[in-house]
């Protein structure tokens, strides 16, 4: 389900910048801002740097890009 949402235009501008770069739609450069935000500020000791694996992380096991771990 999708809702309309009021963001600033500031925002909306800054998110047409960084959405060119990070190949997202608008749309999807908000998204993915709030779900960062919402990690961090779920867990305010966790570094962006380790959000962001974490998210890669499960983007790619979610396209199959995972192999199992064999321990030696």
Do not use: C, H
Not at 17 to 38: C, D, F, H, L, P
Not at 44 to 49: A, G, N, R, V
């Amino acid at each position: 389900m999708s809702s309309a949402v009021r963001v600033s235009d500031s925002l909306v501008k800054y998110a047409k910048t960084v959405s060119k770069v990070e190949n997202r739609s608008v749309a999807g450069q908000i998204e993915y801002w709030a779900q960062i935000g919402k990690i961090a500020e779920e867990n305010p000791d966790m570094p962006f740097s380790l959000i962001k694996d974490i998210l890669k992380g499960l983007a790619e096991a979610d396209s199959g890009m995972v192999t199992e771990y064999e321990f030696d």
